[in-house]
């Protein structure tokens, strides 16, 4: 539910939403997993990737515009579950301990070769822990990861970059063209960010757990609660902002400008949300268990089963997204910009073992296909 309420914060507050859903490009997508365990993708405009352990035990990407990504069975593993070798290597996935990570890798890895022609790269590990990447333009790129986790960077161009981190857990990231900055704690956790060209930025805690930022720029934000858990935050360019609970479990937010919003439950657990200047949201859970979301300005949405079990999304602007089984046990995602995605047993159950429910995975999709 609060994924949800985050999601429709952000469909209300949008006012060119619908024009951004519909200026995008036209898709169909398909995600499966054959018999052998390979995962297989492809789209309506023909493009076809997979992802397969071939017979000398690599695991390798290939797709039909002749690219292809090979890694060394053992480094493959290792990046599913290190943290430290999957962030050098695939900087914008964020790493969780599950196995859902090897489809981000794959999506990756297609996003970043479906305009691609005839690219050929591996990765391999070298000396035991070190990671090798060769591609066949001549480039080379060799990331060094130590018993600490500390990372060395370097390509044959030239360019050098360390990630180290001391005894204290300190961070220090260095390149070699003098560019260098440093992530500190002190001892009572506080964070200090300073680089060699004057920054300097400070985050720290008091004994009540109120956050202070400040910068040598002279900005300074504070963050501070008070005995009743209540939120105030302030900035010394004369910004305020405070976010109350009362008795009832209700939330205030109010700032220096007359803006208030407050977020209220009724009896029965529906989620009422309303600002001063007369908008108002309603969040509410039928007696079948469908989600219902009306503002007053006539803009409702609704989360729903219907009798086959399937999940449907709609609004009265006909923006609709179905997510559905067929008789081969797969789930086929479907909205109203024409994106269609076909899910395999195998490939659907990794998903709801990193989400939770299929409710949460769906309202996954709809942010990134739907909404974003």
């Not at 071939?54 to 069975?73: A, G, W």
């Not at 803006?259 to 009724?266: F, V």
């Not at 039928?286 to 009306?294: L, V």
């Not at 179905?322 to 081969?328: A, S, W």
């Amino acid at each position: 539910m609060k994924a949800l309420f985050y999601l429709i914060i952000l469909f209300c507050l949008s006012s060119s939403l619908f024009a951004q859903s519909r200026g995008k490009i036209l898709e169909m997508e398909s995600l499966s997993q054959d018999s052998n365990g390979n995962l297989i993708y492809e789209n309506d405009k023909g493009f076809k990737a997979k992802l397969f352990i071939d017979n000398l035990e690599y695991v390798v990407y290939s797709d039909n515009h002749e690219n292809k990504i090979i890694f060394t069975r053992r480094l493959w593993e290792k990046t599913k579950y290190s943290k430290t070798l999957l962030t050098n290597i695939f900087p914008d996935i964020i790493p969780t301990e599950s196995v859902i990570d090897e489809i981000a890798i794959f999506i990756r890895i297609i996003d970043e070769n479906r305009n691609k022609d005839n690219y050929i790269r591996n990765y391999r590990l070298y000396n035991y822990e070190n990671v090798l990447i060769t591609d066949n333009k001549g480039n080379e790129t060799l990331i060094e990861i130590d018993i600490f986790g500390n990372a060395k960077i370097k390509d044959n161009k030239g360019n050098r970059t360390s990630i180290e981190k001391d005894i204290f857990g300190n961070t220090q990231i260095k390149d070699n063209k003098e560019n260098k900055t440093s992530i500190e704690k002190d001892f009572f956790g506080n964070t200090q960010i300073i680089d060699n060209k004057g920054n300097r930025t400070s985050i720290e805690k008091d004994i009540f757990g109120n956050t202070q930022i400040t910068d040598n720029k002279g900005n300074r934000t504070s963050i501070e609660k008070d005995i009743f858990g209540n939120t105030q935050i302030k900035n010394n360019n004369g910004k305020r902002v405070s976010i109350e609970k009362d008795i009832f479990g209700n939330t205030q937010i109010k700032d220096n400008k007359g803006n208030r919003t407050s977020i209220e439950k009724d009896i029965y657990g529906n989620t009422q949300i309303k600002d001063n200047k007369g908008n108002r949201i309603s969040i509410e859970k039928d007696i079948f268990g469908n989600t219902q979301i009306k503002n007053n300005k006539g803009n409702d949405w609704c989360i729903k089963r219907n009798i086959f079990g399937d999940l449907e999304f709609y609004n009265h602007h006909d923006i609709k997204a179905t997510l559905k089984k067929n008789n081969f046990d797969e789930r086929i995602y479907k909205d109203s910009n024409n994106i269609e995605i076909k899910y395999s047993k195998d490939v659907w159950n990794k998903m709801i073992n990193e989400l939770g429910s299929d409710e949460k995975v769906f309202q996954a999709l709809l942010y990134k296909y739907l909404w974003k």
